[in-house]
């Protein structure tokens, strides 16, 4: 029996509001559940996601949206997210970036002219066994 997910990809677009994060929480953990990820790996994408999209609604300019697409391929998703910026440059402090390594395969997070954005991704089996 094969228990892989298709391939496919989410796109959701939230207010860049603290209140839409459970929204990003929900769409990827169930997207991950598709994949077969165990409790822990659904919690590890949850969890970068929440934080990801965090550093970036802290910088974003309230009245453009967010905008969070989750790619399934295989074994892995992958999730990159990017909204208008009002204020700084978004980066996570270290105790975040301790939080990401431990709970992505890889991750990113930066500053494109007048665009913040995030990426990572989590590989079935490989979550906090590399570090970017």
């Known amino acids: 029996m094969n228990l892989t997910a298709p391939t496919g990809a989410v796109t959701v677009e939230v207010p860049a509001d603290y209140s839409y994060l ?27 996601v929440d934080e990801l999209a965090s550093i ?18 295989d074994d892995r998703i992958e999730v990159a997210g990017h ?21 992505t395969t890889s991750w990113s997070c930066g500053l494109t002219e007048d665009v913040a954005h995030f990426d990572f991704t ?7 066994l590399r570090r970017r």
């Not at 459970?22 to 970068?48: G, K, N, P, Q």
């Not at 802290?58 to 391929?73: A, E, F, W």
Request: some cysteine.
């Open 22 to 48: 459970r929204v990003l929480r929900l769409t990827v953990s169930s997207l991950a559940a598709d994949l077969s990820f165990d409790i822990d790996e659904i919690e590890s994408a949850r969890s970068a």
């Open 56 to 73: 970036l609604i802290g910088s974003s300019d309230p009245r453009h949206g967010l905008v969070v697409s989750i790619h399934r391929v």
């Open 83 to 103: 909204v208008e910026v009002f204020g700084g440059r978004p980066a996570p402090d270290p105790l975040v970036a301790s939080v990401l390594d431990a709970s």
């Open 122 to 128: 989590c590989v079935r089996g490989a979550i906090g």
